[in-house]
């Protein structure tokens, strides 16, 4: 039962039921990461995957551009409590970029620009649910939230959509990453609220 | 770290600290204790089960079963306004934590410590003080501390305490209106600032950064600007503008 705190409700938020349990509402877009934010440039941007046995496919901006790219709208959740709802973005699905590597591993690591990484499963990465994204609203991705790109896994809290992605390391077995390696779930998903260890 | 569930927790102290922050002591019974820097979750619920959840800094470490939060009020906000002006000791609540493993400071390192905190970003921060002062660390700590106006500044008399007795490193920066006989400038904080203020690059200090999002945005740009290694610098963001 949870502790009922005297005189507190008065100024409560609405509800949505597309609100995970413990998130609220918020309509501008806070920035949560652990240092400054990375400035990378177009001409020197790569995004890499890596194979367990050490093979690697990479792709330069342009070339990045030039494969199929597909509208998201989704809700987006943050570990630290606020959801956005309805947010629209662009990017490249995970499954086409998976389509260029030979692997039978489990797990992934995200690598990003200013060194942060995230661990995630494969298989939350595919079946059109995740994205190398570069644009939101319609704009390029402003630096502070991740451009030039940043990972888009909208169905787990948002600090496994690594930004300034780099690229990825599959792997066979799970490793921790960046927050998950302080204090952060493993695998991180909203509904069932796994914030922590 | 291990973070259990929802404990209860109950107010045994509420005192201002500023006109719109609050510091608030809880006793928790079975907090195992916490690092300078850490965060609880507060859990408020209402009547009707309705619930809200809110990340705050521990403005104390170490052992013991009581800690404190210092809370600034947004005067749209949902819960910060209830924790400065409604609740009263002896009032319920829920905490979760200690949290965070990234943004603490542990004494034993060989490199001088900045401090750089805007607003209630101080709170995380003077947890870290209290430990390097108990620490007889305090010589190789630095605190810059960005205001509106001196009574904006929340632990404003253990600052200046501290930092007279040979403590803690304390520069001021107002942003609206400095104390009366101020002679320095009034802005906000800018590479002069930073410049004089800093340990400099040379010593290859070790930053924690925190304040509201657009705060840390932009001191922390302004460091990597300045030659400070982006790996050296660790950052909270509150939120907000
Ligand atoms: C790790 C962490 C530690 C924190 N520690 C502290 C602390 O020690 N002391 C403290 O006072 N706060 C702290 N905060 C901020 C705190 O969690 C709440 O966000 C804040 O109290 C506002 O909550 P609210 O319910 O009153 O406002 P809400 O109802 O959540 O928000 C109202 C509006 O204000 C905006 N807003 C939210 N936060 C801020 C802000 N900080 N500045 C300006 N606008 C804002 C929101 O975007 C929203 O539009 C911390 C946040 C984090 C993530």
Redesign the interface.
């Known amino acids: 039962m949870?502790?009922?705190?005297?005189?507190?409700?008065?100024?409560?938020?609405e509800?949505d039921p597309r609100l995970p349990p413990?998130q609220?509402l918020t309509e501008d877009f806070?920035?949560?990461?652990?240092?400054?934010?990375?400035r990378i440039d177009l001409d020197q941007w790569r995004f890499a995957i890596r194979s367990e046995t050490g093979s690697q496919v990479s792709w330069t901006w342009d070339e990045f551009q030039a494969l199929p790219i597909e509208d998201v709208d989704t809700d987006i959740h943050c570990v630290?409590?606020?959801s956005k709802l309805g947010t629209s973005w662009r990017g490249v699905s995970l499954d086409t970029l998976l389509e260029s590597v030979e692997s039978e591993a489990e797990y992934a690591m995200a690598h990003s620009y200013?060194?942060y990484t995230t661990n995630i499963p494969l298989d939350e990465l595919r079946d059109g649910q995740a994205w190398v994204a570069f644009e939101f609203d319609g704009e390029p991705l402003d630096p502070?939230h991740g451009g030039p790109a940043r990972l888009l896994v909208p169905h787990l809290y948002f600090w496994k959509s690594a930004k300034w992605v780099r690229g990825l390391t599959l792997m066979d077995d799970d490793e921790p990453g960046?927050?998950e390696?302080?204090?952060y779930n493993m695998h991180g998903d909203p509904w069932t609220e796994e914030r922590?260890? | 770290?291990?973070?259990g569930g929802?404990q209860?927790a109950r107010v045994v102290e509420a005192v201002g600290a500023t006109p719109s922050a609050r510091l608030l002591h809880l006793q928790v019974p079975g907090w195992p204790g916490n690092e300078a820097g850490q965060h609880v979750?507060i859990?408020?619920?209402?009547?009707?089960?309705?619930?809200?959840?809110?990340?705050y800094s521990i403005g104390s470490y170490g052992p013991g079963e009581t800690i404190e939060l210092a809370v600034d009020e947004i005067p749209d906000?949902?819960v910060s306004?209830?924790l400065v002006r409604?609740?009263?000791p002896g009032?319920?609540?829920?905490v979760?934590g200690p949290?965070?493993?990234?943004?603490v400071w542990r004494p034993g390192g060989a490199a001088p410590v900045q401090l750089i905190a805007g607003g209630s970003g101080i709170v995380p921060l003077m947890a870290m003080v209290r430990a390097a002062t108990d620490a007889g660390a305090a010589a190789s700590v630095r605190l810059l501390y960005s205001v509106r106006t001196p009574e904006d500044a929340i632990y404003r008399d253990e600052l200046e305490r501290t930092a007279t007795d040979g403590g803690v490193g304390l520069t001021w920066r107002y942003t609206r209106a400095a104390p009366d006989g101020w002679t320095g400038h009034v802005g906000r904080v800018d590479d002069d600032v930073l410049r004089a203020a800093v340990w400099e690059p040379g010593r290859e200090p070790i930053f924690f950064v925190c304040g509201p999002?657009g705060f840390v945005?932009h001191v922390?740009?302004a460091?990597?600007g300045l030659g400070y290694p982006?790996?050296r610098?660790?950052?909270e963001?509150f939120?907000?503008g």
């Open positions: 949870a502790v009922v705190s005297r005189g507190f409700g008065a100024r409560r938020r509800s413990g609220y806070p920035v949560l990461s652990a240092g400054p934010t990375p630290t409590r606020w200013g060194g502070e960046f927050w390696q302080n204090g922590y260890w | 770290m291990t973070v929802w209860p979750d859990r408020l619920t209402a009547e009707d089960g309705y619930q809200a959840v809110r990340s906000g949902e306004p209830y409604d609740v009263l009032d319920e609540l829920e979760k949290l965070g493993g990234y943004f999002t945005e922390a740009d460091l990597v982006s790996a610098i660790r950052t963001r939120g907000g």
